[in-house]
């Protein structure tokens, strides 16, 4: 049977169409994932110097690490690898498998040695976490799922890991605490080296009615200069700058537009600020924030 060249017309404009169609999700797809601008908002407070979009994988980036040269070690609240993820270059680098699926949400680096926190208070410690020949180990604490932990970072003037509990503390609940790990015995203290009053007044304007939901930090991290603590909370966007003897110097408020949920902080070797967001309706992205 013949067909007609109407017909051959309407199949290749079909043809066409579909095609068109076909590479224009392609690019959407693939340029997505570069960092074009996001519009955030700069305050009073904070400027913010740069935007760095995620790629989708790490839509639930949960917990970031500064290494060097634009590298931060990122994880995800889902899978049990670290993401090696060069922001300039816009692509991750390596990815370094850890364990299974879990609910991880926060990483710290000492040297060459990985340790991420998941939100039962069980560390992961992966030695040589780069080579081949990683060591993994368990560091655990008294801590549970009804602490929800979601705060890790390393101390290395003290040599020690420092934890806070998101949820639920082990003390009174107008307390929220930072515990600390020391390397030489890996096993927490039950003694928190901060406590941080919820009562306090640099607090009342952010005070719950349940006082322990006052303060419900998403991650910590230590100034390499002022050896400054800074808490990050995720759920009412704020951030805690305590003094390196553990007093609350000030709090301060964050744009949730800009901050829609950060999850995690960290600083690199010149005391510049990083922030991640999980994605909302935008990417995931890690921001660079100079504090005025």
Not at 41 to 52: A, C, E, F, G, P
Not at 63 to 82: M, P
Not at 205 to 223: E, N
């Amino acid at each position: 049977m013949r067909t007609s060249k109407s017909s051959i017309f309407i199949i290749a404009s079909i043809t066409f169409v579909v095609f068109i169609l076909t590479f224009h999700r392609y690019i959407i797809d693939t340029f997505s994932e570069k960092n074009t601008p996001l519009e955030v908002k700069s305050s009073s407070i904070y400027n913010i110097k740069h935007t760095y979009n995620l790629p989708k994988i790490l839509n639930e980036v949960s917990g970031i690490s500064w290494l060097k040269n634009d590298t931060f070690a990122c994880v995800q609240d889902e899978d049990g690898i670290i993401f090696i993820y060069n922001v300039k270059q816009n692509r991750i680098t390596n990815e370094i498998k850890f364990a299974g699926s879990g609910d991880y949400e926060a990483i710290a680096i000492n040297d060459n040695d990985a340790y991420v926190l998941r939100s039962d208070g069980l560390i992961y410690e992966i030695k040589n976490y780069e080579s081949k020949s990683r060591k993994i180990s368990i560091i655990e604490t008294p801590f549970t799922e009804a602490n929800n932990i979601e705060s890790l970072t390393f101390d290395k003037q003290n040599k020690r890991l420092l934890i806070a509990p998101k949820d639920k503390d082990l003390g009174k609940r107008h307390i929220k605490s930072i515990y600390q790990i020391p390397m030489t015995t890996k096993i927490m203290d039950s003694i928190p080296i901060v406590k941080i009053n919820l009562k306090a007044d640099l607090l009342k304007d952010f005070q719950h009615k349940k006082i322990d939901k006052t303060l419900r930090p998403s991650d910590i991290a230590i100034h390499p200069y002022t050896q400054e603590v800074y808490i990050l909370e995720g759920k009412n966007p704020k951030l805690l700058v305590l003094n390196k003897k553990g007093q609350l110097l000030k709090v301060l408020p964050l744009d949730q537009q800009t901050f829609a949920q950060p999850e995690g902080i960290t600083f690199n070797n010149e005391g510049s600020l990083f922030i991640s967001n999980e994605a909302t309706n935008d990417w995931a992205n890690i921001l660079e924030v100079q504090l005025k």
